[in-house]
């Protein structure tokens, strides 16, 4: 009995993957300084959510919203709240989740050992992509208005949620154009 408990055992665990690092989920928003949500991002504040749409599709919602014609599309892209002019940047960002796969580990370490050399290394790991897109907000005077202290904080963060919930419920982004 006790040998069929740890053959079983063994089994789960050759077949199990293990986690080196999980992609974050964000239910709805969240705001958080970018370089430490990503390493790159700058280290500004920023209000960052989950992207399920395909790749460019979020360059292609501010094109055609803010009418750039494809001219500085992800940087300095001006809106106006209450008559004060604000720019924001964004940031298209993957963070993988990444696992390692113990099967065709085993499997090529018995095979390297026959030397017969590794055939699966491609599935030693793998990776499963989430996609986030990550905004700061700035205007001439203030350089991060998503701080915590700002004083544009509150109508910045509506203006984004606004954004986001446009973005994630519009298909036709001519649609966008009419609705301004």
């Not at 090529?108 to 017969?116: C, F, K, Q, T, V």
Request: hydrophobic residues 40%; aromatic residues 16%; negative net charge.
């Amino acid at each position: 009995m006790f040998r069929i408990i740890t053959f079983i055992g063994i089994l789960f665990l050759l077949y199990s993957c293990i986690p080196l690092r999980i992609a974050p989920s964000i239910d709805d928003y969240k705001i958080t300084k970018g370089k430490k949500f990503k390493r790159g991002l700058p280290k500004r504040e920023m209000f960052i959510f989950e992207d399920p749409k395909d790749a460019n599709q979020f360059y292609n919602y501010v094109n055609i919203k803010f009418e750039l014609g494809d001219e500085d599309v992800y940087d300095d892209v001006p809106f106006k709240i209450n008559g004060q002019q604000y720019f924001f940047s964004f940031y298209e960002v993957e963070i993988p989740t990444k696992t390692i796969n113990l099967i065709p580990l085993v499997i090529d370490g018995l095979l390297d050992s026959a030397d017969m050399g590794p055939f699966l290394e491609d599935a030693h790991a793998s990776r499963v992509g989430n996609w986030y897109i990550a905004i700061e907000a700035y205007t001439d005077f203030e350089q991060d208005c998503l701080q915590e202290n700002s004083l544009s904080r509150e109508v910045v963060l509506k203006y984004l949620r606004t954004i986001k919930q446009e973005y994630l419920s519009t298909y036709n982004y001519n649609e966008v154009v009419f609705k301004n």
